[in-house]
Structures are given as C-alpha cells and as structure tokens.
C-alpha cells in the first residue's frame, strides 16, 4: 500500500497557511487517522520575500506554478489562491494531469464547479471543497454524506462573517452602517474594498454552493437574487427590536415541488429567539431542513486562517484515504437534476414596510387601502411622529407574494401624501 | 461494478420503522447518489403480528434472525433492535460471517464498540454508529471526517432529551421534577422505566462514545462519571434563573494534557445566553471545541423515528459507496492511542450549593470561613429567609477543584448551625 500523500500547495495567503499550520502541528495524528505520511513537496507563492504567517522551509517556496502543478510526484493539489482567474486554469491543469484537488476558493465553486466537477468525475478524481463555505463549519460533507437521505427542503443561513459583525455591532451599538464599516475596516474585519462581502455576493456564492448540493441540481449564481446590506439604517434595526425581531444577512434557498427552486440573498427580520438571531459578529450558522431529519443546525466560525485550514485539512485527510484505498472520485457531482429557479415575483414571506408620510387625518386608512387593494393584508401597524409634523409608519404584512408587495409599493409611492418609502425587509419565521 | 446493495435488518421498531420508511420514499434519489440500486432482502421481528409504523411486505419478515444473519447475498446488516444481548451476538455473528455493519445502538457501541471496531477492521470491513448520538444530527461522521485535522479539546452537549424535555418543562412552567415525570410517561416522552435517561446513562453512554473519537482513546463507559436529574428542584431551578443561569444535563469531555482526559454527565447551570441553555425540549445540542476550528455546534432532534433513521440510512449509503468502490474498512477504530480517565477530584470548576441553616448572626461567616479553609473561595452569596426562622444560603464559588469543594462540604455539614446542605451542582461558563 502508497505510504505517502504528496500535496503541491498553490497559495500561502491566510488559507494556505492555516492549512500549512496545521498539517505541521498535527502531523502526528493526522497520519496517524489516515495511515499515511504527508508531505507538501512545493508550495507556489507570487512573492517569495514576504513575510507568511506560518514558518515554512525556504527551500518548499516556488514562484513557478508549474513546479507544483507539473510536478509526478503529487498525488493531490491544494489551490488556495482565490478568485476564478488564474485558479480555474490551474485547477483545469491539475486535474488533466490526474491530479485530485482540494480548494476552499467559494467563487470558483460557485461560478464554475459544475464543469470542475464534471472534468474530475470523467477522471475519477476527487475535487473536494468543504472550505468554500463556512469555514471549518462541517457543512458540505454532512449534506453528502450523514445526512445524504434526506430530500433537503430548505436552507437558511448566516454565511458571511463581515456583514454578520457589522449588523452585531449596529445592533448592539445603536450604530450608523458606515462608521461601523470604517471601523471594522480598520480592524481588519472587513476588506479595504468591502463590496462583495456588503453587497452579499459572498453570501451569494456560499448560498449558491450550498443549494446545488441541498436540491441535486447545479443552481446558476447569477439566477440567485442578492440584496446586501448597505440600505440598513440604525433606524431599521431600532424598529425591527422594538417589534421583536433581529435583521441578519440571510441565505435562503427553498425548494418548491418537483422541479422548481428559489434561492435568495438578502437582509432579513428574524424573531429575537431564533437561534440565528443570537448568531453574533463573525459567527456563521446554518440551517437545514431535511424531511427526515427536521431541522438541523451548523454553528461556528465562519472565516479565518485556523478554521477554514481545519476544512482544507480535513479535505485532505478524506481524498488521502480514498488514494490510499483506491476509491478517488467515491463521491462526486450530485447535481443529478434539472430544477428551474422560480422567480422572486413568487416568494412568499411577510414585510416589513418603512414609510414618511404627511401627518394628517386618513392618510394611514388610504395607505392600508391601497395595501389591501394589492392582496396585502397587514399584521401590524405602528405610527409615530417624526421630524417637521411628518409620520413615520412601520408596517409588519401577513405572508404575501413579493409581486403583491412590490406593485402595492409602487401605488403607494404615487400618494400625494407619502413622501418617502424608506425601505421594505423580508421578516421569516 | 455491483449494481445492487442487499440490506438484512434485525429489528423493525422505532428506528428500523425510520429506515425502512426513509428508504421506500427517497429511494430514487438515494440510488442515484450512491450509483446503485438498494435491496431490504429480509427484517427479523419478534412477532411477525405486531403492528408497524411503516407498512412493508409481510413476506420480508422473518422470525428467525438467522434468515438475515446468515443469507449469503446480504452485503449489510442493520442492527436495530438495541440493548447489548443478544444484539452483541449478532453483530458479531455478522461481522464473522464477512458482513458490514450499521447500528443506532449507543449502548452497545459504549461497552463493546471498542471489540467490536476491531472485529471489523481485522476483516476490513465496515461498523458504522452515525445514529447512536444525537439521532439525525451529523456528529460521528464529522468528527472523524471533515473535523479530522484538529486536536479535539472539549465536547459538551445536551445528549438525552428526555431529561432535557423535563428539564425544560420545570423550568418554564415551575414545575417538580416528579410532576413533570409523570406526565412525560403519559405523553411517551418518557418510558415507563424511566431510570436510564433520568439516572443519566443514556448520556453516559453517548458522551462515552463521543470523547472515545474525540480523543482517539478507547473510553471505558464505567469511568464516566453520572449523575442524573432526580436531585433537581423546582427551587434549584428558580434560584439559578435569579442568578442568571438555566440547569441542563450535561455530558463533558476534556483532554487533559498529552495522556489524560476527564469524561463526565452531570446537571450543570449555564449562563442563560449560552447557545446550550436555549436548547429545549427533545433538542439537542453538541459543542466540540477543536485546536484549529475553535467551538462548532450541532444542534437538532436528537431521537425520533424519522431522525435516528436519517442517521441509519446515511451509514447505509457510506457503506454502500464503500462496497462499490471496494474501500471498506476506510475509517474504523481511531482509538490509536490509551489515555488514562482523571479523577474527578481533579474537575476544576465553579459550584452552586444551596442549604438550609439556623438563622442567627456570624453563621454565614463561620461558613465563608469553612469554605476559605479548604480553599474555596466565593463568587457571590445570597441569604434567604426560609421556613421556621430558618434561613437558606446560596453560594456560587470561584473555580476550585472539586476535591477542596467535597471537604469543604463535610467540615460544613458538621457545623451545628447547618440543617441541611440541599444541592450542590458545577457551573460552567
């Protein structure tokens, strides 16, 4: 039997080196789990001189990628470079070489794993990604595995650590959106250029990733509809406490009948004692609904250099074994169906609805009219008074369609007398 | 390549009733995730006329286990009718005659996992226990897959839910613990003998099996201290709430340092905010706390037809992709190494104990004195008036090692003043 895995690293950035990290604090055990040695035979980086958060022998660095990737040695290629260009190539490279891979690069998979997947299945190699999403979180094994039963019927989750500590704070604080972004800006939490984790696309790709596997069909990310969290106002997040709610970031992703999905990124108001609600600052947790199981949940760190090398690591131990025993490509592409994703006109939920009005007599009757007149019933109301004699009213709506709402919004919006429609939110159960 | 797994099972009760029925309704999606089809060739029952939660032929019942343990085209036996005899006989009858093995029997994997285990690895061949922890929630195939890499540090969790629903139910509705009880047998939440869950052995079992992989070292289940609910009040229950914490019935594992470790169920208060103490019901929750991955949680129902046969049919599947892929034995005993189980005189942590006490000056301090004697040293105190001019203390220590705390108790229970010392419970944080 092979008694030695050899890894080619593409990749020294925080990923690769928690994965390095960790390969070399738990040598000893890991090889132990696997009965095998392993070793990293190179790792490519851009910049051999720059200071890596890991101690790593000079001699292991390369800046040609063609030294890990070329190299017949390698039984196995870590690429932990990010982003889909140059990664999608080299991981295409690796795997025409018979190498099996491991990456935790979420756009990537989100953007082109079903053809990645696709070109390992036709080789029987594995391509294993469980730090694509969630970070250490064990999520993508479970959902193939232990809970591979299942007929999953719907996923919710916190999948983004930035706008999770943002919102927190907000929370917490009583703070404005943009001075907690500076801060965290300055802390290191959030990116100098934080448009993807804000906007939601990371929340979009993770979501993404996460329904292709729950409902065996490749969902297409560009069909996932993203809301991020820049429209969030103090004042929001006061109203939503005040009726009992907490707004977070939320994945969602239902399926509906035989063949149709919705999958949807957006903020959300969720009831103050729903377990995500007290998911707090970097934390990510997730929710599956399976039919057999119920509701299950996944909770931990969702980011960060020891976390996501805890999933590269794990990734590794699990191709290591399936080397070892002959059994490469033992789980491959679920995505045996076809599901259409159905439109956002078709989501069903309850709002919450911002509004200025002029303060004056009828104007909540007329304004509740229209709602009706659109098949929007309201849950509750509530109206105060605001700068200039003006109102401000926050309505909570039974469940309804997002069409209903959306036209209601737009009759509303031609009302002499409202004079501002400050946001509408999705509130879930 | 095979193209049909054959299933035998022994035992069509709750959890053989899940399995069956999870396999007749997913079915085409389950064969297609495996890539073969799945066969229930025989179900041994008892008596072939007792009516079943899942409807099956009556001609794949058998009286004579024999009919499933020895039929030569059976590729997997699923033993689902638990207890240790006869169930231990026929895994092993199984095993010998070079069949796999799934289980949901915790308490046979707790005294004879670790025989077992090694019957199966010295014939390569699969034994896999997903379901005897937590019913559906992913938590054995985690730890030793995708969670692999890391040094496990601490499990703790909520295991039983019978005795987290009584919990539960005293702590919402103020209730006793033997009010609660019966009206838990009524509803079938909680058997007729209830001394299993309430005593803590099922616990015991389950935490026993869980540290047994977390720290790679056989676990003898007779090492594992127990402690049960029975000593629990409602007035325990009430004056932990006014300190801010909820009582649950914990399982915990430490690693302590490179050979030792320290396994143990008992009643335990947590801060109200903790994730655990929001647990209810029939819920359970497992926090593993990992050198690289920090704190994960898993969190769902822990027992049910349904779940525990979600469990038993993802074991089905990960066998039956080892069979087709001719890697069986690819993950069996981790037990690689032998730790020796700490005394629990060395349990360091903080303790709530209650007492009642004559109610006259300096008896508060005589005690404090007593207490500071044998180094235990005090977070905070409350002195309540009680019965008869009676007054009762309670105390909530710093951390001290339970050994100090145990003679601090004896020396307190010789003072004259001292009626009665009520409750004594540890507090984590």
């Keep these: 039997m092979k008694d030695t895995i050899r890894i080619g690293i593409l990749g020294l950035g925080v990923v690769g080196s928690g994965t390095v990290a960790l390969l070399q604090k738990n040598r000893v055990s890991i090889e132990k789990k696997i009965g095998a040695k392993i070793e990293i035979t190179k790792i490519a ?20 990628c063609e030294e890990v990737l070329d190299n017949p040695e390698n039984d196995l290629i870590c690429e932990l470079i990010g982003g889909v260009s140059p990664a999608k190539d080299y991981v295409l490279h690796a ?15 989100a953007k082109e794993g079903h053809d990645l997947l696709h070109e390992a299945m036709r080789r029987r190699l594995d391509f294993q990604f469980e730090g694509s999403v969630g970070g250490g979180i064990p999520i993508i094994q ?65 979501i993404a990733i996460l329904s292709s596997i729950a409902f065996t069909s490749q969902v297409n990310v560009n069909d996932v509809y993203v809301e991020g969290i820049t429209h969030i106002t103090r004042r929001d997040i006061q109203c939503a406490q005040e009726l009992g709610y907490t707004i977070k970031l939320l994945g969602i992703a239902n399926r509906i009948g035989e063949d149709q999905m919705q999958v949807r990124v957006h903020p959300t ?24 199981v119920g509701d299950v949940m996944f909770y931990g760190r969702g980011a960060g250099m020891m976390p996501t090398g805890s999933a590269v690591v794990g990734d590794i131990m699990d191709v290591g074994r399936n080397i070892l025993f002959g059994s490469t490509g033992r789980i491959s592409c679920t995505c045996f169906q076809q599901r259409r994703m159905a439109s956002m006109d078709l989501v069903e939920t309850k709002y919450y ?18 709602l009706g ?45 409202v004079l501002s429609i400050e946001n509408f939110l999705r509130v879930e159960e």
Excluded: C
């Design 45 to 64: 980086v851009r910049d051999l001189n720059k200071k890596r958060l890991v101690t790593v022998d000079r001699g292991l660095l390369t800046n040609h």
């Design 142 to 206: 479970p959902m193939k595995n232990a809970l591979g039963g299942n007929e999953i019927q719907e996923i919710m989750g916190i999948v983004n650590g930035t706008t999770n500590y943002i919102l927190t704070r907000m929370t917490h604080e009583g703070a404005e959106f943009n001075d907690v972004l500076e801060d965290a800006k300055a802390k290191g939490y959030a990116e100098t250029d934080p448009s993807s984790d804000i906007e939601g696309y990371d929340a979009q790709y993770k």
């Design 95 to 109: 795997l025409r070489n018979g190498k099996h891979v491991v990456t935790a690069n979420k756009e990537l998979i």
């Design 269 to 292: 108001l969720l009831p103050s004692e729903h377990p995500l609600a007290s998911t707090n600052d970097v934390y990510n947790a997730i929710f599956v609904r399976g039919d057999a």
């Design 373 to 417: 007149d659109h098949q929007v019933s309201i849950e509750s109301v509530v109206q105060k008074a605001h700068l200039n004699d003006n109102a401000e009213i926050i309505w909570v709506t039974h469940k309804t369609k997002e069409k209903n709402l959306r036209s209601a919004l737009e009759s509303i919006r031609e009302l002499s007398v």
């Design 353 to 370: 609805i911002r509004m200025i009005v002029i303060d004056r007599p009828k104007v909540l009757a007329a304004i509740a009219g229209v």
